[in-house]
């Protein structure tokens, strides 16, 4: 299975804050990942698709790059509703694996 | 736009199953894959396996190899999912979600739209 790690698992900012979260996948998986946002008893939301794309109708304050192994996640600037948990995940093989989560707290 | 709705909070015994239902509205069941994943309380997401309906063709995580089945209603635009031997480490809330378009599973592959989740609690 392709292990994904997000780090960190957890960050506090301020609003208006840039903030930066970051997934590594253990083998090559060209530019086959996605991100989520999952606020709490909700599901998640696709917001990235293919590593880079914004899914339609998300704010574009919300990126992402990468390829390979290595993939950011930025939030240009941090809004109080982006607090939230933030899922990687690779479809470059089955099973499809997430990264553990990356929980986003104003400070 | 595709929506998928989930059956409701189920409680089990250990060593029960459990069937929840996902069903589709708004779009064309059979063109596209359903996942389900689950998440179990404070954990993150964990994928279980999908069908794709229209080859009726489906693969499951190998944690769950022998206690998940999968299917598909085509009539109905419905998938569920089964999952045996049911143990306390099994409460979670599972998701369906639908995945990948294509027969061959070669575009949009991601979960997009998500049902509502459906919160399963196993307890003696």
């Known amino acids: 299975d392709i292990q994904m790690t997000q780090s960190p698992s957890s960050l506090s900012a301020s609003v208006g804050d840039r903030v930066t979260i970051t997934c590594q996948a253990s083998q090559d998986i060209s530019n086959y990942l996605n991100w989520y946002q999952q606020k709490p008893g909700k599901a998640p939301k696709l917001l990235i698709y293919?590593?880079?794309n914004l899914e339609t109708g998300v704010p574009s304050r919300f990126s992402g790059s990468g390829s390979g192994t290595d993939f950011t996640f930025t939030i240009s600037s941090l809004q109080p509703e982006d607090i939230a948990t933030y899922y990687c995940q690779q479809y470059d093989n089955l099973p499809r694996t997430f990264g553990q989560g990356t929980k986003v707290e104003i400070k | 736009q595709v929506q998928l709705v989930q059956s409701g909070a189920e409680v089990k015994k250990p060593g029960s199953s459990v069937k929840v239902s996902c069903k589709a509205s708004g779009g064309t069941f059979s063109s596209y894959a359903i996942s389900w994943v689950r998440q179990a309380p404070g954990q993150g997401l964990e994928w279980m396996g999908r069908?794709?309906?229209?080859?009726?063709?489906?693969n499951y995580a190998q944690k769950f190899q022998g206690r998940v089945t999968i299917t598909a209603d085509k009539s109905t635009s419905t998938a569920y999912m089964e999952l045996s031997s049911l143990r306390s480490e099994d409460t979670a809330v599972y998701y369906c979600?639908?995945?990948?378009?294509?027969?061959?599973?070669?575009?949009?592959?991601?979960?997009?739209?998500w049902g509502q989740g459906t919160l399963v609690t196993v307890s003696s």
């Open positions: 069908i794709i309906p229209i080859l009726g063709i489906a």
């Open positions: 293919d590593a880079s």
């Open positions: 979600a639908r995945d990948c378009s294509s027969t061959s599973c070669s575009k949009q592959n991601w979960f997009d739209p």
